[in-house]
């Protein structure tokens, strides 16, 4: 018989670090090369017959509340969203304005699960499951579907003053030249596609965060020609939630999405879905700016492309 969802207590302590040891070889948990007792976080438990079916921990970060760990042993029973929803409600009582998480590049069922309930992809640490291994040696090099071990992607949700709002901007697109520009550096450049493109604002509590713009390319073709988020709302996954949103927008209207970028941002695009490599642009930047373009300490010359099945 399954229980209800638990708080772990003194009582069901030495369950849950037992639980640990078998599902994770120990009680320490490492997140961005730091070590995290397990056996001191917070977090809820589900049992069937004494035994736990699902566990999650976390810990509080200031204005953050950090999900060390999410595991159901019986999948497709909604215990994994039952106790994220618990979670939610803990960092709600406690003011915290975001919850955010690890998950590493392997693990697509967790990157699926979280998007789909509100969790938007918003930093990458590229190789950090070496430093993991320097302190859990017993880490394997292949994870899920053999795929490489190697980074870990952070995702985060917004949950308090959260009035979020994605809505398209019909008229005045000027107003938005600032964002614009951000991504785009050069004004005769996003004047060419302003007026064709469709521009959609992401806003909290009527404030605009974040911008994404979609032209059309061909009948089976659109591109996101520009996104950006204003400087101190970045790193809250405001982009990712645009580009999720455009994907449902103009499916079934076009087959496929492509977005040119410089080099250093192909992960990114990658991660929030344009997985498949469309085409190179040889002196993109070159032929087409007045000045140089640089992408920190990159020297822009051409434009990669990729693509997303619609």
Same mark, same amino acid.
């Given at each position: ?12 302590? !030495? ?7 078998? #599902?994770?070889?120990?009680? $320490? ?15 809820? /438990? &589900? ?7 699902? +566990? ?27 106790? /994220? ?21 392997? %693990? ?5 699960? =979280? ?6 992809? *918003? ?31 952070? &995702? ?6 959260? #009035? ?16 614009? +520009? *951000? ?16 521009? @959609? ?11 994404? /713009? ?11 020609? %520009? ?8 790193? #809250?996954?405001?982009?990712?939630? /645009?580009?999720?949103?455009? @994907? ?15 080099? !250093? ?5 990658? +991660?929030?879905? @344009?997985?498949? =490599? ?6 993109? @930047?070159?032929? #087409? ?12 010359? $051409? ?8």
């Amino acid at each position: 018989m399954i229980d209800k969802i638990e708080r772990i207590s003194n009582e069901t302590r !030495n369950l849950v670090n037992q639980f640990f040891i078998d #599902n994770w070889f120990s009680t $320490d948990m490492s997140v961005r090369g730091e070590i995290i007792d397990g056996t001191k976080l917070d977090g809820f /438990l &589900l049992q069937e017959e004494s035994t736990i079916i699902g +566990l999650v921990t976390y810990k509080f970060f200031e204005e953050i509340c950090e999900i060390v760990s999410l595991d159901s042993k019986k999948e497709n029973m909604g215990i994994g969203s039952a106790l /994220l929803k618990e979670v939610e409600k803990v960092a709600i009582d406690n003011n915290c304005k975001k919850i955010r998480l690890i998950t590493t590049n392997d %693990n697509m069922r967790a990157l699926q699960f =979280y998007q789909k309930r509100g969790y938007c992809l *918003s930093k990458l640490y590229p190789n950090a499951m070496d430093g993991v291994r320097r302190i859990k040696p017993n880490v394997p090099k292949l994870g899920d579907n053999d795929i490489p071990l190697r980074d870990e992607v952070e &995702l985060k949700k917004i949950i308090c003053e959260n #009035n979020i709002e994605i809505n398209k901007i019909e008229e005045n697109k000027l107003d938005y030249m600032d964002l614009l +520009l *951000s991504a785009d550096p050069e004004k005769d450049v996003v004047m060419q596609y302003i007026a064709q493109g469709d521009m @959609f604002v992401l806003s909290n509590n009527g404030k605009a965060l974040a911008e994404i /713009l979609i032209t059309p390319v061909d009948s089976e073709t659109c591109e996101l020609k %520009n996104i950006a988020t204003v400087s101190d709302a970045r790193g #809250n996954g405001f982009a990712g939630m /645009l580009i999720q949103y455009v @994907f449902n927008e103009y499916k079934g209207k076009y087959k496929r999405m492509i977005v040119g970028t410089t080099e !250093n941002m192909i992960p990114f695009y990658v +991660l929030n879905g @344009f997985t498949k =490599y469309y085409k190179t642009a040889k002196n993109f @930047f070159v032929d #087409n700016y007045k000045e140089e373009i640089w992408d920190g300490n990159l020297h822009c010359i $051409d434009m990669y492309y990729y693509a997303k099945e619609l």
